[in-house]
């Protein structure tokens, strides 16, 4: 399957297994430690890192003989309780700088499900860390995972791959940004208690925002999502009066009709006219008037608009791909220049020859 | 340091104003920040030549360089390159450098490129008094606070049509909130009212003993400038102003604070020689 003494990825991820499978090929902590243990004594595997997140397990490392990827891959089906061939259907294989421009593209966001996500740069570092933790990162995999995140990060910067949010909540959250500046202070304003309003209410939440109070037209679904989110309920009646007090609104009901007039922002707005009310409408009928829009130092954003700016991201982020790729390659070429000519001069099986301990 | 006339030390620090505005233009076109640290090291080695020249012209004619219109411009660019020293590195606030480039590069190279500013005949226009040339150093200074207001106005102005429009990738996405620029934009209001009111404050007191010594419209148009500020900012603080419109006043007053300085420099200058005094050879 591989040439002796050569860096490999193996591996499934979202690309080649639908989300059933992944869950089946999906490794906890212990079965990696246990992995780790049965292959620890497999002559010809000098390295060993595993990468397991919920859209890929991909291991990388060092094959020194014939037939090691093999026995790895029987390992990790007999521990996963996976038929071989259910594995062999969805397995990917590179070798060499295809394996690491692999490794690189993935560190990148490049291989994501959301492409330029930056999660998975800090899942491939704690694979690293765990590999250098457990004893089975060696030499190459020492080189290979620094040169990655030295790339990696040179992508990211020198490219659009990462620029602008691409999930409504989160677009929304970058929105906030450019009215408040920083999040810390600000007040937000639930109102309802749908699935995306509570999502967003969650971005702002994470993001530091100071407060977020809930107001649903159901006083005990208020109440039970303001519990969960550890945030106040406010009664329904009040919201007109207290708009005033928040900076940000999220709207999500389902309410038939607006439940936030003109009249009541343009109320809100002459009550705090130095700051700014920044109004998200989430909701199908709105929940905001759209006239709200023309007031001074209000800011209104509906679904469509989130939407749109998203898709715009994305496809600004899409567009970057393969110039992206072509740094990939660039800097895969390099580091494998360097690594494979040592890799193959060392004699098979030898773990500690100094010419690949000379490449840390 | 190289023998370098007045105006040339100025050319080199219209040059490095200029090259701040190429760099940023350049990464804006190309979708990308720019470098802070170029723009800054532009900015301030900009700074330095204009320092040097004002201080080379300021040795020449014994005081500070005030005395006709291309000086004035000139003041008021290196007051806003020195702010922006200042607040830009203090608080970091995305593209005031690109934008103070422009200015001063506009400022220096249109007063550069028109002779006739530089070349009004000069008057001791302070006389012996120190505190008057306090007085305009500080008035100038003050219009170069106008001008960094302007600057970071013009910045909410569009900082707001993007959020409004909707438009809030590209170039836009660079721009400081529109929060931070409006708290910016009150600060400094009040420091360019305080000290232009300190400015007048002095120049009135040399001003009310000897009215018949300082031209009518210079007050009138200076007064004019110093008021619409200060209302200006009593609205803003009275809730009365919203912010876009105090950003729009902003801009459109320090328009009007720069044509006044034609205002201020005409009223310094020598009554012309009669006309067959001029043709006679």
């Known amino acids: 399957m591989s040439d002796p003494a050569t860096f490999f990825m193996l591996g499934a991820s979202h690309h080649s297994a639908p989300l059933a499978l992944r869950e089946r090929f999906a490794l906890t902590p212990e079965k990696i430690a246990a992995l780790r243990a049965r292959l620890g004594p497999a002559a010809g595997l000098r390295e060993l890192a595993v990468l397991n997140t919920c859209n890929r397990v991909e291991f990388y490392g060092v094959a020194g003989a014939p037939g090691v990827l093999a026995r790895l891959e029987g390992a990790f089906c007999a521990l996963q309780g996976v038929a071989a061939e259910d594995f062999a259907a969805a397995r990917r294989h590179a070798a060499g700088g295809d394996a690491i421009a692999h490794l690189l593209a993935v560190a990148a966001g490049l291989d994501s499900q959301m492409v330029g996500e930056n999660e998975i740069f800090g899942q491939v570092k704690d694979a690293y860390a765990e590999a250098s933790a457990g004893g089975t990162a060696g030499p190459v995999l020492h080189r290979v995972f620094q040169k990655v995140f030295q790339h990696a990060k040179h992508v990211r910067t020198h490219t659009g791959v990462a620029e602008g949010q691409v999930s409504v909540a989160n677009v929304a959250v970058e929105l906030a940004l450019n009215i408040f500046g920083k999040l810390d202070g600000v007040r937000v304003l639930l109102l309802g208690a749908g699935e995306i309003g509570e999502k967003t209410a969650k971005a702002f939440q994470s993001r530091g925002a100071a407060t977020l109070t809930v107001a649903s037209r159901t006083a005990e679904r208020a109440t039970a999502l303001a519990a969960g989110l550890g945030a106040a309920a406010l009664p329904w009646e009040l919201v007109p009066a207290r708009l005033a007090a928040h900076d940000i609104v999220v709207g999500s009901t389902a309410a038939p009709a607006a439940v936030v007039t003109t009249a009541h922002a343009a109320a809100a707005i002459r009550a705090r006219p130095a700051q700014p009310l920044f109004f998200i409408d989430l909701a199908l009928p709105r929940d905001i008037e759209p006239a709200v829009a023309g007031l001074e130092n209000v800011f209104l954003y509906n679904l469509d608009d989130l939407a749109k700016i998203a898709e715009a991201n994305r496809a600004a982020r899409e567009a970057e791909v393969a110039r992206a790729r072509t740094i990939v390659a660039e800097k895969a070429a390099q580091l494998w220049g360097q690594i494979g000519p040592r890799l193959a001069a060392a004699p098979q099986g030898a773990a500690g020859d100094s010419s690949i301990e000379s490449l840390t | ?281």
């Not at chain 2, 205002?263 to 009554?271: E, G, K, M």
């Open chain 2, 1 to 281: 340091m190289p023998n370098l006339t007045d105006r040339q030390w100025l050319w080199l620090a219209a040059a490095c104003y200029l090259a701040g505005f190429v760099i940023g233009t350049v990464a804006l076109v190309r979708g990308r920040r720019h470098s802070r640290m170029a723009m800054f090291a532009t900015l301030a080695v900009g700074y330095l030549f204009q320092t040097i020249g004002l201080g080379v012209r300021g040795r020449a004619v014994q005081g500070c360089p005030l005395g006709n219109t291309f000086e004035l411009f000139q003041f008021t660019a290196w007051s806003s390159a020195s702010l922006f020293l200042v607040i830009g590195a203090t608080f970091r606030v995305s593209l005031l450098g690109y934008f103070t480039a422009m200015l001063a590069a506009v400022l220096t190279l249109v007063s550069l490129a028109i002779p006739e500013w530089d070349a009004t005949a000069r008057t001791h226009v302070f006389g012996a008094n120190p505190w008057i040339e306090f007085h305009a150093a500080l008035a100038l200074f003050s219009y170069g606070v106008f001008g960094l207001l302007a600057l970071t106005s013009a910045m909410f102005l569009l900082r707001n049509y993007s959020l409004k429009s909707k438009h809030v990738g590209g170039w836009f996405s660079f721009l400081p909130s529109i929060l931070d620029l409006d708290h910016i934009g009150v600060r400094l209001l009040g420091a360019g009212v305080v000290l232009l009111t300190i400015s007048l404050g002095l120049g009135a007191v040399y001003w009310v003993p000897h009215p018949a010594t300082v031209d009518l419209v210079k007050v009138l148009s200076t007064i004019a400038v110093w008021l619409a500020y200060v209302v200006a900012l009593a609205l803003r603080l009275a809730g009365a102003l919203p912010a876009r419109r105090l950003a729009w006043a902003c801009v459109v007053l320090f328009g009007a604070a720069l044509l006044s300085l034609f205002a201020v420099n005409s009223s310094r200058h020598p009554p012309p020689p009669p006309a067959a005094a001029v043709s006679t050879p």
